[in-house]
């Protein structure tokens, strides 16, 4: 709990459970931890439960493994014998199905690179473009591909299960290719959690605005994109994946080797303290850690690290100045009372340099539509459902607290002062946009603006 307690205090707001690894106990043991820290702090927590996905792998040799040289021939089949420098096995006939004449496969991470020149349903002949030692069971990538297998596997589906019977809020789909992957994880959680699709195929990127309407937020993998693509084009696919993101009001996460240094230096490279403050300024929702706090040495201090650069960047007027340019108001089709609403929200906010905005949600559209805005000063969510509270703790600006039903408007605004205060928000004499849906409790009625002065 110490460990846990600390990272908190530090700035997480979400916290991942890696279906990758650990056993149901594990996991069971860290959301108790979460739930019980969630209780004493007072804070709504999220917990993401992040399934593995198909992992693509080749056999076994031999000897463990095996030297391949460039330009040399090798196999890869169904075979289950232990491979050897000439051949190995590889468990996979989805991927035999979609290889033609001329497909690169990336091994290890794409350490090796292999090109096919003759396969079947059952095997590949390939030459080997980048050698190397390849290991047994090491990742296969098919980057020219849309490989024909669902981004749940009978793992994932056991996984997901647990996951939503602990009551997991956000459940991350790993190797998403197409919208399709997403519609078949709908269809099994329905409105249990909230879904977040890892963009980490090349196949994704074409179809991404679909990819981003179906999902109830992305999450911008760049480790895995970065095996399958050139490195060059992944920061460019980054700031696309953002901007679609944000265009659409769904959260966005940029992930992976973010300040990768941090697993064994209690300092980051400047490298990566810029590439976290790229993320800040391009208006993304959560930075994320992975090994720098799973595994490394310097879990709370790499926590700390991100969290003062996002301070540091939001406190710079470039941020603002940016975050204003980058600004898309919603598309005259998608227009209605609730973008009414939020648009003439993110203008009273800045003509009255307004301390925060409150908004009453009991589905959380409302604290998303607000968001979306990008508004000069922090959402306030008041939400009497503590799962939609939960949730909302991965959203730009948004800082959740659970409340009691409200009955009417004079109550709304007492409360929301109240809150505002408490929370250190807004003090005496300052002012605070509240909006709301009334009538209080029904979902999709934002309808009503009101301007407070503490």
């Not at 890869?76 to 497909?103: K, N, Q, V, W, Y």
């Not at 490298?271 to 300024?281: G, I, K, Q, R």
Request: net charge negative; charged share 20%; proline share 6%.
């Amino acid at each position: 709990m110490g460990t846990i307690r600390d990272l908190f205090a530090a700035g997480v707001d979400v916290f991942r459970l890696n279906f990758s690894h650990g056993s149901v106990a594990d996991h069971r043991a860290r959301f108790a931890l979460l739930r019980e820290l969630e209780q004493q702090t007072g804070r709504p927590i999220g917990i993401l439960a992040d399934l593995q996905g198909p992992k693509l792998r080749v056999g076994t040799f031999a000897e463990g493994s095996a030297m391949l040289s460039a330009g040399q021939a090798f196999q890869l089949d169904l075979d289950p014998t232990p491979g050897d420098a000439r051949r190995i096995g590889m468990p996979h006939p989805e991927i035999f199905a979609a290889l033609a004449a001329g497909t690169e496969l990336l091994l290890d991470d794409g350490r090796l690179r292999l090109v096919v020149e003759q396969c079947g349903p059952d095997f590949a002949k390939t030459r080997v473009v980048v050698g190397g030692r390849l290991s047994e069971r090491k990742g296969v990538n098919v980057p020219g591909a849309v490989l024909p297998i669902t981004a749940l596997t009978t793992k994932d589906r056991r996984d997901l299960e647990f996951a939503l019977e602990l009551g997991a809020d956000w459940i991350a789909l790993s190797f998403v290719q197409r919208p399709e992957d997403v519609a078949e994880a709908r269809a099994l959680i329905g409105e249990r959690a909230a879904i977040i699709a890892k963009l980490e195929k090349p196949a994704a990127i074409d179809r991404l605005d679909e990819i981003v309407q179906l999902s109830d937020a992305v999450m911008v993998a760049r480790g895995d994109l970065g095996v399958e693509l050139p490195a060059e084009r992944v920061p460019a696919l980054q700031k696309r994946i953002v901007r679609s993101c944000r265009h659409q009001g769904k959260p966005v996460i940029v992930a992976t080797q973010m300040l990768e240094s941090m697993v064994e230096s209690p300092v980051p490279t400047r490298a990566e303290a810029s590439d976290v403050a790229t993320a800040v300024y391009d208006g993304t929702d959560a930075v994320m850690l992975s090994a720098e706090s799973a595994s490394g040495k310097y879990p709370v201090a790499a926590v700390d690290m991100m969290n003062r650069i996002i301070e540091q960047v939001e406190a710079d007027p470039v941020y603002r100045q940016l975050i204003d340019a980058s600004h898309t108001p919603a598309e005259p089709a998608q227009a209605d009372v609730a973008q009414a609403i939020c648009s003439a929200m993110r203008r009273a906010v800045s003509l009255l340099h307004a301390s925060a905005i409150v908004c009453y949600t009991s589905s959380g559209h409302t604290s998303l539509r607000a968001a979306r805005e990008r508004p000069e000063s922090p959402v306030l969510s008041l939400t009497p459902n503590l799962p939609v509270a939960r949730r909302l703790a991965l959203v730009w600006g948004v800082h959740s607290v659970h409340i009691a039903d409200v009955a009417n408007v004079p109550e709304m605004t007492e409360i929301a002062c109240r809150v505002a205060s408490r929370e250190r928000f807004a003090a005496a004499g300052q002012f605070i946009v509240i909006i709301a849906g009334v009538p209080f409790g029904t979902p999709g009625t934002t309808n009503l603006m009101r301007i407070a002065c503490l």
